[in-house]
């Protein structure tokens, strides 16, 4: 047995593999399993563990949704890709519809405060055929 919650989790994360899904819940963004494992492990967070339906329990690490963009240039800066669900709607009853607005490689991030002003960060385009 499973949550609903823990449903869409899974859902958005078969959707993005080879990233860290950073996922919105209210005023953090939660981890999961081995994702929460390597987010503890490299942003020095505390890990910790979330009921996600009858006695099974799952790896939890969250950091405040303020405060994202630093966590996600320690893990782009240690090689991983990160993936960002947000919440759409207003919260209300039920279940909240999330998706992955956006996601931070060390090729395609353009946020200033995630950019290292001293480094270069290229970028190249390829595209194939005619215009």
């Given at each position: 047995?499973?949550?609903?919650?823990?449903?869409?989790?899974l859902?958005?994360?078969?959707?993005?593999?080879?990233?860290?899904?950073?996922?919105?819940?209210?005023?953090?963004?939660e981890?999961?399993?081995?994702?929460?494992?390597?987010?503890?492990?490299?942003?020095?967070?505390?890990?910790?563990?979330?009921?996600?339906?009858?006695?099974?329990?799952?790896?939890?690490?969250?950091?405040?949704?303020?405060?994202?963009?630093g966590?996600?240039?320690?893990?782009?800066?240690?090689?991983?890709?990160?993936?960002?669900?947000?919440?759409?709607?207003?919260?209300?009853?039920?279940?909240?519809?999330?998706?992955?607005?956006?996601?931070?490689?060390?090729?395609?991030?353009?946020?200033?405060?995630?950019?290292?002003?001293?480094?270069?960060?290229?970028?190249?385009?390829?595209?194939?055929?005619?215009?």
């Amino acid at each position: 047995m499973t949550t609903p919650m823990r449903q869409q989790y899974l859902t958005l994360k078969s959707q993005h593999p080879g990233c860290i899904l950073f996922f919105r819940l209210g005023d953090f963004y939660e981890t999961f399993d081995d994702d929460a494992k390597t987010v503890a492990r490299v942003c020095d967070v505390v890990l910790t563990s979330k009921p996600v339906g009858g006695d099974l329990r799952v790896p939890l690490a969250g950091v405040p949704y303020h405060s994202v963009d630093g966590y996600v240039a320690r893990l782009i800066e240690a090689g991983y890709k990160v993936a960002i669900a947000e919440q759409l709607g207003e919260p209300g009853k039920g279940l909240m519809e999330r998706e992955v607005r956006r996601v931070v490689t060390r090729g395609t991030v353009v946020e200033p405060n995630l950019l290292d002003e001293k480094r270069n960060n290229y970028l190249l385009a390829v595209t194939f055929g005619a215009f």
